[in-house]
């Protein structure tokens, strides 16, 4: 299975940008998709999460409200729509993707199946 991500860029706080990851190479139906971020010196954190159907999605708190993700039906392709963007949403953003829906959410990096590369998002103040 191979993540490909896009749409990063740089923005103004206030601004909205939305990311895209396409999974590629037969990845199966069930595969749960997801986005983390890492700032620079910091360590990568979890975004959001959504199920294999998209029925289920799941927000780090500091952005719960602000960012949405979304799966239209079973596409294996996952979008991440972010609002009222911050300064500190400044980061490198990272497509995941797994068998387990709870890998992504809580966080279990070291057991993440499948990663893309990061898609640079810069927010100016």
């Known amino acids: 299975v191979q993540l490909q991500a896009s749409g990063g860029g740089l923005v103004q706080a206030g601004g909205l940008m939305r990311l895209s990851c396409e999974a590629s190479?037969?990845?199966?139906?069930?595969?749960?998709m997801g986005w983390f971020r890492q700032a620079p010196g910091a360590e990568r954190e979890f975004v959001a999460a959504v199920n294999w159907n998209g029925e289920n999605t799941y927000y780090a708190d500091s952005v719960k409200g602000r960012f949405t993700i979304s799966r239209p039906g079973t596409e294996n392709t996952v979008y991440l729509q972010m609002e009222r963007l911050k300064p500190e949403d400044t980061a490198l953003y990272y497509c995941?993707?797994?068998?387990?829906?709870?890998?992504?959410?809580?966080?279990?990096?070291?057991?993440?199946?499948?990663w893309g590369q990061g898609t640079q998002v810069t927010v100016s103040s």
């Open positions: 190479g037969r990845p199966p139906s069930s595969i749960a």
């Open positions: 995941a993707a797994d068998y387990h829906f709870g890998t992504l959410y809580a966080s279990e990096l070291d057991d993440v199946d499948y």
